[in-house]
Nanobody, 115 residues
Framework: QVQLVESGGGLVQAGGSLRLSCVAS????????MGWYRRAPGKQRELVAV??????TNYAGSVKGRFTISRDVKNVMYLQMNSLKPEDTAVYYC??????????WGQGTQVTVSS
């Protein structure tokens, strides 16, 4: 089992920045890929960015060039969000996958970007 706790969300004006953190605990030795997802009001949850255990990253087209995903040691992940837009408003979720393909989710952190 892996437990995930996100932090760093909040209210920011358009053009501003936020940094989200995700701390994993429990069976962290099994963690393979880590990622950020988001769910905007009235929309389905979507991938924001993922990072593998060897640092390979992938981004949604809508955030490429503005967001940066990173991992610090084995159990901490970050999402640096710059040039935020109102359409980035959503609940952001941390997800990890272990080598067996099991998925774990955090409780989510709200990001609100005002115009």
């Amino acid at each position: 089992q892996v437990q995930l706790v996100e932090s760093g969300g909040g209210l920011v004006q358009a053009g501003g920045s936020l940094r989200l953190s995700c701390v994993a605990s429990g069976s962290i030795f099994s963690i393979n890929t880590m990622g950020w997802y988001r769910r905007a009001p009235g929309k389905q949850r979507e991938l924001v960015a993922v990072i593998t255990s060897i640092g390979i990253t992938n981004y949604a087209g809508s955030v490429k060039g503005r967001f940066t995903i990173s991992r610090d040691v084995k159990n901490v992940m970050y999402l640096q969000m710059n040039s935020l837009k109102p359409e980035d408003t959503a609940v952001y979720y941390c997800q990890v996958a272990n080598a067996a393909g099991d998925l774990y989710w955090g409780q989510g952190t709200q990001v609100t970007v005002s115009s």
